[in-house]
């Protein structure tokens, strides 16, 4: 079913200087970042001045301009359908995978509002999820210049303690150069990593117990086909997870070996049976020309796009000449980088959706492109699944 968010992005900025939803973080205007990170089934209303964005939304603007934020979710107010809604700041980057949380809490308890807190406590009213009728039967005749916290009074509100990184806003340019410097060089590098690491380590047992999407799992089986046909027997995956994909390959006679940044998820596949260690698809940590081909599903997409030619060359190097690679990812109509991820597994994870000609452009570098298959997300949202097979350069 959509939901409606509302997301606010007509403030002064003051302690900025300019508008900061325009501001760049990361090279993407920092409304976008919040856009993008949205659930893909979200009906969005954007309270601001208009402009052009990533996502589809509606707008309208409170009047007069700059009236504060309860007067601007009163205007949002008359465009809202649904029962209930979600509310965001549009300075606020890594909100957007605590959401749902809220939703789901709103959803099933009899109060008003799910309104966020920071670990100190401090309710955070522009991170939250609110009945529409409670809301539009407690908002003043007139909120201009009026404070969220005239609105929580009248509403029968409960919280929910988040994480410190999901609560930041960015209110300053010295906030936005911080925040940057997690999409900039090689700390932002090592910073996302960290990121991945803690996620995954807190997912991975989650994960094993998931099936793998039946389209994914089929062109697995395709490649094992091929692999046999060709009389290739030595493969690595890059990016095993907990070893769904891996136990498959063991299990169809192949030899594998396999690397992933996350400890939990390669102690897992230890325990599996499987030949897996903590590594990085940025330094690989095999010989070159050690295995007749290389598998990797859904871990590119954690690259950055300033890196990918790294993990490529990588891919290449460790496979003997004329092998075959299968890379599997997420990709989008238009590339852009953003973050999200389920709130309990810890830091929004990092993600680089690449548009089809992007994504081809980058391959053919590095082999000629024999396969390319593309079907769309089951969530009903603009993404799709990349599939491609690669045949590396034939070197002798």
Known sequence: MDTTTVVLAGGQSSRFGEDKTRALLGG????????????????II????????????RWTREEPHFAGPLAALGAALPLIEGETFMLVGGDMP?????????AELLQGTPVDAVVATDLNGHRQPLLAAYRTHAVRAAMP??????????LLHDLDVTTVPIEEQFVTDIDTQEDLARMNSVYDGADARSAREADLVTYYDNEAADRRDNPLPEDRAARRDEFVEQLRAEGRGRLLEVGTGPGRDALAFQQAGLTVSGVDLAPASVELCRQAGLDVRVGSALELP????????AYTASTLLHVADEDLDTALTELVRVVLPGAPI????WGAPESRQERWGKQSYGPPRFFALRSDADLKAALVAHGAIERFDTWPSSEGDELHYQWVVLRTPDRA
């Open 286 to 293: 095999f010989e070159s020309g050690e295995f007749d081909a």
């Open 46 to 57: 954007v309270v601001g001045e208009a402009r052009p964005t990533t996502r589809r939304v």
């Open 94 to 102: 890594s909100a957007a995978p605590a959401l749902p949380q809220l």
């Open 141 to 150: 005749h007139s909120p201009i210049d009026l404070s969220m916290r005239v």
């Open 326 to 329: 299968a890379i599997g990812l």
């Open 28 to 43: 993407t205007p920092l409304l976008d970042r919040v856009l993008d990170a949205l659930p893909g089934d979200s009906d």
